[in-house]
Every structure is written in structure tokens, then in C-alpha cells.
T-cell receptor, first 111, second 116 residues
Framework: KQEVTQIPAALSVPEGENLVLNCSFT??????LQWFRQDPGKGLTSLLL?????REQTSGRLNASLDKSSGRSTLYIAASQPGDSATYLC??????????FGAGTRLFVKA | GAVVSQHPSRVICKSGTSVKIECRSL??????MFWYRQFPKQSLMLMATSNEGSKATYEQGVEKDKFLINHASLTLSTLTVTSAHPEDSSFYIC????????????FGSGTQLSVL
């Protein structure tokens, strides 16, 4: 059974700091891995999608990496801003197109 | 990018009533949609997979007679919470899979259900 774990559960950083969010999964047989952002009481916004054959994806200040063999992914946020404050969810796509979510990392960027 | 619309965004109802939540893919056809439930400060838990033109596939522990799913067209799936109880109060989110973009998931904005 695939399990997805995100560390840390919560993070508070000053504005401008670079930071890394971690995601680990137990079964390396994944289809893809996706990082989402969720604002309080809102739906999810897809940030980056990494296919199983890829090692990383970049979008603006965001960079996500994938190491299937070790069951890990990281989301790197450069030069953090208060507007980046949200919950970040890691989701692993498995066979049958089911997606398993981690519990998320709640990020707070202080101005 | 692809847009998924979910309605209503918030609903308050009395115990025993039924509530219908709609999920629409606005600019693409979605043969498969997913319904999730999220409790405060917890992650999304998949409830069921909605397949156009066929019965939904429910996850273990999810009551199919309580959470009725209908996927009548390629752009619309509905979740009906029947005979709602306070413990059904939760945040419900749908997602749709767009073919041809690596099976990327696009999410609705969610529905906050409060049962009094």
C-alpha cells in the first residue's frame, strides 16, 4: 500500500529565504508525482507535475525533483514571499490513475 | 490551463436532508473524475472514482448508498450526500483528469459542507 509522508508538517520562514519541502513515498512504482498548493478553505492549484521518467521540473521560483529509487521528492522555493504562504501537498499517481496525497506542509512566510 | 468548476462552494443544511455537489470540467472532456474528502489540517482522502456512463468505484469504507455519484456526461459529475449527519460535515473536492497532459489532475475549488 502506497503511503506518502511530508516533512515538515509546518514551517515558518522570513521573507526572502530559500526553502525545501520534502515528500517521501513507500512504493517506487509510481506513474507521476505532483505538487499542489492549497489556500485555506480553497481547492488545489497544481504547481508542478513530474512524470516517472523525469528527474525534475521547474516553474519560476519553484523546482521539484524526483528520485524514484529512494522514494523521495523535494520542492524547492527560492526567495520566498508572503504570498507563498499556503499548504503544499505532494501527491503520487499510482496504477489505475489513483492519486495518494501526503498530509501537506503548512508554510508561513513572514514579511 | 484546464478549468474545473465546483458548486456550491459552501452549503449549510439540516440533519436528514440531502445535498448535491456539482463538478464540471469547463474546457475539456473528463471521462474520469475523482471525489475527495478533507478534514481540517488533514490531507485529501479519495472517496470514489467517477466514470462517465458507468457506476462509480468507491474506496473501502465509503458508503455508496450515502454518497451517490452520477457521471452523466463527459463534463459533469455530481456527488449527493444523502440523509446528511453532522459527521458528514467536511470539505469535499472534486478533480478531473485531462488526457494528453500526463494525466494531470485539475481540481475544483471545493465545497464546505456543514450539517447542523
Amino acid at each position: 500500500k502506497q503511503e506518502v509522508t511530508q516533512i515538515p508538517a509546518a514551517l515558518s520562514v522570513p521573507e526572502g529565504e530559500n526553502l525545501v519541502l520534502n515528500c517521501s513515498f513507500t512504493d517506487s512504482a509510481i506513474y507521476n508525482l505532483q505538487w499542489f498548493r492549497q489556500d485555506p478553505g480553497k481547492g488545489l492549484t497544481s504547481l508542478l507535475l513530474i512524470q516517472s521518467s523525469q528527474r525534475e521540473q521547474t516553474s519560476g521560483r519553484l523546482n521539484a525533483s524526483l528520485d524514484k529509487s529512494s522514494g523521495r521528492s523535494t520542492l524547492y522555493i527560492a526567495a520566498s514571499q508572503p504570498g507563498d504562504s499556503a499548504t503544499y501537498l505532494c501527491a503520487v499517481g499510482t496504477g489505475g490513475f489513483k492519486t495518494i496525497f501526503g498530509a501537506g506542509t503548512r508554510l508561513f512566510v513572514k514579511a | 490551463g484546464a478549468v474545473v468548476s465546483q458548486h456550491p462552494s459552501r452549503v449549510i443544511c439540516k440533519s436528514g436532508t440531502s445535498v448535491k455537489i456539482e463538478c464540471r470540467s469547463l474546457d475539456f472532456q473528463a471521462t474520469t473524475m475523482f471525489w475527495y474528502r478533507q478534514f481540517p489540517k488533514q490531507s485529501l482522502m479519495l472517496m470514489a472514482t467517477s466514470n462517465e456512463g458507468s457506476k462509480a468505484t468507491y474506496e473501502q469504507g465509503v458508503e455508496k448508498d450515502k454518497f451517490l455519484i452520477n457521471h452523466a456526461s463527459l463534463t459533469l459529475s455530481t456527488l449527493t450526500v444523502t440523509s446528511a449527519h453532522p459527521e458528514d460535515s467536511s470539505f469535499y473536492i472534486c478533480s478531473a483528469q485531462k488526457q494528453g497532459v500526463g494525466e494531470k489532475l485539475f481540481f475544483g475549488s471545493g465545497t464546505q459542507l456543514s450539517v447542523l
